[in-house]
């Protein structure tokens, strides 16, 4: 028996197709909702169905344009609070300002906290995203997070191509523990690349640690932002013998110059989630994959009261 009454699902103008096909799994409609402007650009909200008492979860990401989309979101979480809503959730499938999860440096803030305590202060009572940037980002918050990964639809894709003799490539130091699942779980070898960052927008390669001479390559990575880091991580592995190289990244945030980058990089396939839209970027040898089933099926646990951890894994 559900716990709560009636289970209702929202979105805002971030990522539309994603809640729709979210809602198809689920088989409900997705809730009525207005999202507009007002002359001034300040954003007007209305929920035109009864949420009283409803298990109620917003969609949202917060990717560009960022700061129209997270005012759009705790607006939208305030807005079903006073509406008498008997419980929030966010799903955030890209959750931004992830990047200052910490003073790395002096005067600085601490961007992704902020972000916390903003969705928490507006009203959402528990939170569901992907693959964060920093995983301790969960620790900001005070009320329960689900926090998901790709790594199961990407899995499930990458075995469909057979790769052999695989080597699976971090792209920084950082990225090893997510890498070292996935060689272990298509059952190759693990090298990692060590760069050093010159700006916050580029880096530099400096060695390839591991073998990677003849083989095929997959360099996992939680998101393409400039794609500078992903793509000289290719040239890298290329330089040094690599047969063909595939990239996977959730976040397809893809600003700057990452779509020429993309597109001038010798690689087999780019694959990515549908966490953010692309919109009219066109990227060569792209492939899609709908993460909406995982975000569904969480949605549906959550709602019942029922186990979600093994879709953590």
Excluded: W
Aim: proline share 4%.
């Amino acid at each position: 028996m559900d716990r709560y009454n009636d289970l209702q699902v929202f979105a805002g103008n971030a990522n539309p197709a994603l809640a729709e096909k979210i809602c198809e799994y689920l088989d409900i409609p997705l809730g009525d909702a207005y999202v507009g402007r007002f002359p001034d650009g300040e954003i007007d909200i209305k929920i035109n169905d009864d949420v009283r008492g409803s298990d109620v979860f917003v969609i949202q990401p917060t990717c560009a344009p960022v700061n129209e989309n997270l005012v759009e979101l705790v607006l939208m979480v305030d807005t079903l609070k006073r509406a008498s809503a008997e419980r929030i959730t966010a799903v955030i499938p890209y959750y931004g300002y992830a990047r200052k999860d910490r003073k790395d440096e002096g005067r600085v803030p601490i961007s992704a906290k902020l972000m916390a305590d903003l969705l928490t202060t507006a009203g959402a009572q528990r939170i569901l995203t992907l693959d964060l940037h920093a995983t301790q980002i969960q620790g900001f918050f005070n009320i329960p997070v689900g926090h998901l990964y790709a790594a199961t639809v990407f899995l499930k894709h990458l075995k469909s191509l057979k790769l052999d003799n695989l080597c699976v490539v971090a792209p920084d130091v950082g990225s090893i523990k997510l890498n070292r699942r996935y060689s272990r779980d298509l059952k190759g070898d693990l090298a990692i690349v060590d760069k050093r960052r010159i700006t916050p927008q580029s880096a530099e390669v400096v060695n390839i640690i591991g073998n990677v001479t003849g083989k095929n390559v997959v360099i996992v990575d939680d998101m393409i932002s400039t794609g500078g880091s992903i793509t000289e991580a290719a040239k890298a592995v290329k330089s040094r013998g690599a047969k063909d190289v595939y990239l996977c990244a959730t976040h397809a945030v893809l600003c700057g110059g990452a779509v020429e980058k993309l597109n001038t990089t010798d690689v087999q396939r780019i694959i990515v989630t549908d966490t953010i839209p692309l919109g009219e970027k066109q990227v060569k040898n792209l492939d899609v994959l709908t993460i909406a089933p995982l975000l569904g099926e969480a949605i549906r646990r959550i709602h019942r009261s029922e186990s979600v951890s093994y879709l953590f894994e």
